[in-house]
């Protein structure tokens, strides 16, 4: 046993884990924690009533309640369309499955601008969505919830699918045999075994819309104190030379970021030690 695990270091294909972890953390710092640790730095000049005021203007608050309720909006929808999405593709054959499991896909790989001029077209009142629904959709809030809805949903799919694949329809069978039918046996034997991927995909996508940019200042309108984001009013500031208060708002959206990033990992922790017992 010692020689083979010996043998196995001897040829691993990886360096050593001192060179390898070294490399890891000078990377890291490099593109993810000194660009950071400047955000922070440059909010730490400023005085704390400053800070306050930058961070708690009436048309910040205006941009924080659109963004955050947006993404929680978009996140509980997806929640539901990711579900139905992901039983479709694992439960159900049928012709065009193996498309339908790749435009999933789809607003991974398409660029955030393209997506936004898309939706835009679409949704305008002179579009082929857009003139069939008796309310306007681009350029109001309305149209960041379709926006941020749009690019979750991979989230969401991607984490309940495999669950639904490891997901034995014998346990659907057992639970038909003792007389529970199509609803108890979703309510009582499905939805606990996907609730924790449920919970994961939806803090996801919420984490992912609160970041979006691209794909929504072409379909808000981006009028302040209606529908301008919080990424764009940060854009903003900075075209105004207004770094401080730029990285001010920034510091804060990077607190919510970390807080969720703490959720996810807590909830995979679950996950996993849910299906270790």
């Known amino acids: 046993m010692i020689l083979s695990r010996a043998l196995l270091q001897r040829h691993s294909v990886l360096p050593g884990f001192d060179l390898a972890l070294g490399f890891t953390l000078l990377y890291l710092s490099f593109i993810v924690l000194v660009p950071l640790s400047a955000a922070f730095l440059k909010t730490a000049t400023m005085t704390w009533p400053a800070f306050w005021d930058a961070v708690t203007s009436p ?13 929680f909006a ?24 193996r498309l339908v499991d790749a ?43 379709v926006a ?35 609803l108890q046996t979703f309510w009582r034997v499905i939805l606990p075994v996907l609730t924790p991927a449920l919970l994961t995909g939806f803090a996801l996508a919420f984490a992912r819309a609160l970041g979006e940019y691209g794909s929504v200042i072409f379909i808000a309108g981006n009028m302040p104190m209606v529908s301008e984001i919080t ?9 105004q030379y207004d770094y401080t208060g730029a990285t001010a708002i920034a510091s804060v959206m990077l607190v919510a970021a970390f807080a969720l990033l703490l959720a996810i990992n807590a909830l995979q922790a679950w996950t996993r030690r849910r299906q270790g017992r």
């Open 103 to 145: 435009l999933v896909d789809l607003p991974f790989a398409l660029p955030t601008a393209v997506a936004g001029i898309a939706l835009t077209a679409l949704y305008a009142k002179n579009g082929w969505i857009g003139s069939l629904l008796p309310f306007k959709v681009s350029y109001t809030p309305l149209g960041v919830f």
């Open 148 to 182: 941020l809805t749009f690019i979750g949903l991979p989230f969401v799919v991607r984490t309940v699918q495999p669950v639904l694949e490891d997901l034995q329809q014998e346990v659907e069978e057992a639970a038909a045999t003792l007389g529970a039918d199509r």
């Open 74 to 97: 978009a996140a509980l929808v997806n929640v539901v369309a990711g579900l139905v999405v992901a039983w479709v593709l694992v439960r159900y054959d049928f012709p065009a499955r």
């Open 231 to 239: 990424p764009l009013l940060i854009i903003t500031k900075l075209e």
């Open 59 to 71: 048309r910040v608050l205006a941009s924080y309640r659109l963004t955050f309720g947006a993404s």
